[in-house]
């Protein structure tokens, strides 16, 4: 069965933890950022066959540090 890539948006929702990666609730992704809570994220590195990095640009409607 095919998965359609909507299927995968992010939610409006993100869970909150603390320092040990306990989950301790969830709140609004403009709450998280508000109140500066812990949240869990995800990093990806991609390298070519000679090494380098592809750097992807963050799009200009990014609530934290957007492209310019």
Do not use: N
Not at 29 to 36: A, K, L, M
Not at 48 to 62: C, P
């Amino acid at each position: 069965m095919r998965r359609d890539f909507r299927d995968f948006r992010p939610t409006r929702s993100w869970t909150s933890s603390d320092e040990h990666d306990r989950v301790v609730g969830q709140a609004p992704r403009g709450e998280i950022y508000t109140r500066r809570l812990r949240h869990r994220c995800t990093f990806v590195q991609v390298r070519d066959a000679e090494g380098r990095i592809f750097v992807h640009r963050r799009t200009a409607q990014k609530l934290i540090f957007p492209s310019r």
